[in-house]
């Protein structure tokens, strides 16, 4: 996908594993700052067999880049919808230091991480309204 100036690669099956070992690697932050630049990254990633995992990336990092990078997950999403494929976006992968210069390094550096996408299809569908019926709901009085 090429779009608003963002690409999106897809990662291997080891780069995964990579990314989860640096993630259980990094150091959550002891200031109570609110620093992230060491921490939890995306835990779980290993064990997710029945997912694709996919790195949304641009040539530059700026903030009019992380607003065009929004508009392709965006029209991205819409996409993968209309397809049935679910989208979870991971945002510890970019938000860590560690796990940030990992992610950089497995797109042999030609751009800057925005956010990691988890791809996958939902193994049941819904099978009816979310919300209780009407009658549960409203108190009348």
Same mark, same amino acid.
Do not use: K, N
């Given at each position: 996908?090429?779009?608003?100036?963002?690409?999106?690669?897809?990662?291997?099956?080891?780069?995964?594993?990579?990314?989860?070992?640096?993630?259980?690697?990094?150091?959550?932050?002891?200031?109570?700052?609110?620093?992230?630049?060491?921490?939890?990254?995306?835990?779980?990633?290993?064990?997710?067999?029945?997912?694709?995992?996919?790195?949304?990336? &641009?040539?530059?990092?700026? /903030?009019?880049?992380? @607003? $065009?990078? !929004?508009? #392709?997950?965006?029209?991205?999403?819409?996409?993968?919808?209309?397809?049935?494929?679910?989208?979870?976006?991971?945002?510890?992968?970019?938000?860590?230091?560690?796990?940030?210069?990992?992610?950089?390094?497995?797109? &042999?550096?030609?751009?800057? /991480?925005?956010?990691? @996408? $988890?791809? !996958?299809? #939902?193994?049941?569908?819904?099978?009816?309204?979310?919300?209780?019926?009407?009658?549960?709901?409203?108190?009348?009085?």
């Amino acid at each position: 996908m090429r779009a608003e100036e963002t690409s999106l690669h897809v990662l291997y099956p080891d780069e995964v594993l990579d990314l989860a070992r640096v993630a259980s690697d990094a150091r959550p932050s002891e200031s109570g700052s609110g620093d992230r630049s060491t921490g939890a990254g995306p835990v779980g990633l290993a064990e997710d067999r029945g997912a694709t995992f996919a790195l949304l990336y &641009g040539h530059h990092d700026e /903030p009019e880049d992380w @607003l $065009r990078a !929004g508009e #392709a997950l965006s029209a991205g999403w819409l996409t993968a919808t209309a397809a049935d494929v679910s989208v979870l976006p991971l945002s510890a992968a970019v938000e860590v230091v560690a796990t940030r210069q990992a992610v950089q390094i497995m797109i &042999g550096c030609v751009g800057y /991480p925005y956010l990691l @996408l $988890r791809l !996958g299809r #939902a193994t049941t569908s819904p099978t009816g309204p979310r919300r209780a019926p009407t009658a549960q709901v409203i108190d009348r009085r």
